[in-house]
T-cell receptor
Framework: AQTVTQSQPEMSVQEAETVTLSCTYD???????LFWYKQPPSRQMILVIR??????QNATENRFSVNFQKAAKSFSLKISDSQLGDAAMYFC?????????????FGAGTILRVKS | DGGITQSPKYLFRKEGQNVTLSCEQN?????MYWYRQDPGQGLRLIYY???????QKGDIAEGYSVSREKKESFPLTVTSAQKNPTAFYLC??????????FGPGTRLTVL
C-alpha cells in the first residue's frame, strides 16, 4: 500500500522569507499524481499545487513551487515571500494513476506558522 | 454558486446513538468521498462512490455506512459500532479532472 510521510509536524517562517515543507512517499507505481493541500483555521481544504509524475518539470503556482525527485520519492513544497495568510496546516497527498476510485492518500500534515 | 455543502457544522451525539452527516454537491460530479480527520493523522478515507447506487469501503469503514441514491447526495451514518467517532469529517467530490473538491466539514463530538 502507498504511504505518505511528512516528517515535520510544525514549521515556522518569518514573513517575506522562504520555507520548504518536506514530503516523501512510498509506491511501486510508475505513474501517479502528487498534491499539496492547504487547510487554514477555517478547516476548508484548498488545493495548492499538483504534479504529474510523468512530467519532469517541477510545478509552480505563483509563490508556490515543488521540488519533485521521482527516484528519491520526494515531493517538497517551497513557499516564497511568505505571507500571514499562508499560516495553515499543509497536507501532501498521493494518487495512483490507474487505481479505481481515484483515492487520495494523505500525509499527517505540517503546521506552518508565519511570524510578522 | 456551485459547491459542496455539509451539515450540520457541529454535531453532538450521545453514546450508543446513530447519527447521519449530510453531504450535498451541485457540481454534477460523479465521484464522492468521505474522510475522517484526527489530530496528527491527516485524512483517512472512510467510503467512496464513483457512481449512483454504488460505493466502496475505504481504509476505515468499520462502524460507518453510506448510501448513494442520488448523484448530488452522499450521506454518512456513524453507527453505535464506531468505537471512537469524535472527529472532523470531510466530504469531497470529483469530476473527470485531477482535483477533489472538499466541503467545509462537520465536527462530530460524542458526549
Amino acid at each position: 500500500a502507498q504511504t505518505v510521510t511528512q516528517s515535520q509536524p510544525e514549521m515556522s517562517v518569518q514573513e517575506a522569507e522562504t520555507v520548504t515543507l518536506s514530503c516523501t512517499y512510498d509506491t511501486s507505481e510508475s505513474d501517479y499524481y502528487l498534491f499539496w493541500y492547504k487547510q487554514p483555521p477555517s478547516r476548508q481544504m484548498i488545493l495548492v499545487i499538483r504534479q504529474e509524475a510523468y512530467k519532469q518539470q517541477n510545478a509552480t503556482e505563483n509563490r508556490f513551487s515543488v521540488n519533485f525527485q521521482k527516484a528519491a520519492k520526494s515531493f517538497s513544497l517551497k513557499i516564497s515571500d511568505s505571507q500571514l495568510g499562508d499560516a495553515a496546516m499543509y497536507f501532501c497527498a498521493y494518487r495512483a494513476l490507474m487505481e479505481y476510485g481515484n483515492k487520495l492518500v494523505f500525509g499527517a500534515g505540517t503546521i506552518l506558522r508565519v511570524k510578522s | 454558486d456551485g459547491g459542496i455543502t455539509q451539515s450540520p457544522k457541529y454535531l453532538f451525539r450521545k453514546e450508543g446513538q446513530n447519527v447521519t452527516l449530510s453531504c450535498e454537491q451541485n457540481l454534477n460530479h460523479d465521484a464522492m468521498y468521505w474522510y475522517r480527520q484526527d489530530p496528527g493523522q491527516g485524512l483517512r478515507l472512510i467510503y467512496y462512490s464513483q457512481i449512483v447506487n454504488d460505493f466502496q469501503k475505504g481504509d476505515i469503514a468499520e462502524g460507518y455506512s453510506v448510501s448513494r441514491e442520488k448523484k448530488e447526495s452522499f450521506p454518512l451514518t456513524v453507527t453505535s459500532a464506531q468505537k471512537n467517532p469524535t472527529a472532523f469529517y470531510l466530504c469531497a467530490s470529483k469530476s473527470g479532472g485531477l482535483e477533489q473538491f472538499f466541503g467545509p466539514g462537520t465536527r462530530l463530538t460524542v458526549l
